[in-house]
């Protein structure tokens, strides 16, 4: 089981990705010491989803977010699913991660800045659902949702992957009364589908 990893947790970022977020948080922090400008700092678990009206979902290039990618696979924009690696220590040997809904990402934005405005002080905050989910559950859930048996491969481990990333969001929770609506996985990956399926080749020009 995993143990969710709080705001004040003295993990050590295992990447280059995480590295950079926790400098530019070190930086916030010192601006709010040396000028008083306040800040809240929302750390991103996964987002993932579209918004219910279908309408505004995600479109990069290149895709890099495994749900849009295992969707492209069932839509026939990709050939298969890569699998980076099948040999960590959880439960199928794929990477757990904590996936949030952009709904309530955005609605976490909007407390954020209330708390703010109000006179609040700065703050660092995690964002996520507090249960992990791995790789082969992400296919396994959107087959279910597409019904379409996406085709995967196992490719080697990517460098910098730890095997789980859970997150605790219980400070959030307790100081501004969030908490994740849109959360469950299927939901999720339903409500990007519904975005998908209207937008297969994305927004375009």
Known sequence: MAVPIAEDH???PVNVYGATKLMFEQMLEWYDRAYGMRYVSLRYFNAAGADESGE????HDPETHLIPIVLQAALGKRERVTVFGDDYPTPDGTCVRDYIHVTDLAQAHILAL?????GGGSAVYNLG???????REVIDVARRVTGVDIPFVVGPRREG???VLVASSARIQRELG??????GLEMIIASAWKWHSRYPDGYGD
């Open 10 to 12: 003295p993990l050590v």
């Open 178 to 183: 969030w908490r994740p609506r849109l959360g």
């Open 56 to 59: 505004i979902g995600e479109d």
């Open 114 to 118: 209330d708390a703010l405005e109000s």
């Open 129 to 135: 659902n507090e249960q992990g989910h791995s790789v």
């Open 161 to 163: 992957d730890p095997a």
